[in-house]
């Protein structure tokens, strides 16, 4: 029993800590980060033209980076920005399906919180 409980605290540790780091970098990217990606991906002839809204930017981050790890859009980019865009694709899955098994499990009625 004192095993379980252990691997149980293991695993919300991890998930709470995916979540905080994405949470963080996300909010990086969506202020200052995309326009490093912008060079890479954006389709408009000059980079600068992207909106500086936060809100374009967040989903801007969500698209370059499933499309660079989904591999339907791959320019070659350095290491760093390669690690970047596969944490971010990473974390903003595990926080889309934690939204989503949380609305769920509000939509029907289960887990703790009901």
Same mark, same amino acid.
């Given at each position: 029993?004192?095993?379980?409980?252990?691997?149980?605290? !293991?695993?919300?540790?991890? #998930?709470?800590?995916?979540? !905080?780091?994405?949470?963080i970098? &996300? @909010?990086?990217?969506?202020?200052?980060?995309?326009?490093? #990606?912008?060079?890479?991906?954006?389709?408009?002839?000059?980079?600068?033209?992207?909106?500086?809204?936060?809100?374009?930017?967040?989903?801007?981050? &969500?698209?370059?980076?499933?499309?660079?790890?989904?591999?339907?859009?791959?320019?070659?980019?350095?290491?760093?920005l390669?690690?970047w #865009?596969?944490?971010?694709?990473?974390?903003?899955?595990? @926080?889309? @399906?934690?939204?989503? #098994?949380?609305?769920?499990?509000?939509?029907?009625?289960?887990?703790?919180?009901?």
């Open positions: 029993m004192d095993a379980t409980l252990s691997i149980k605290a !293991v695993l919300a540790n991890t #998930l709470m800590l995916i979540l !905080v780091t994405g949470t970098n &996300h @909010i990086y990217a969506a202020f200052f980060g995309i326009r490093r #990606l912008d060079r890479y991906f954006s389709r408009k002839p000059d980079p600068s033209w992207e909106s500086r809204s936060p809100f374009d930017g967040f989903y801007r981050l &969500h698209k370059y980076s499933f499309l660079y790890s989904l591999g339907i859009r791959r320019p070659a980019v350095g290491a760093g390669s690690l #865009l596969y944490f971010s694709f990473f974390s903003l899955a595990i @926080i889309w @399906i934690t939204l989503g #098994l949380a609305a769920l499990g509000r939509y029907l009625q289960i887990g703790p919180f009901t």
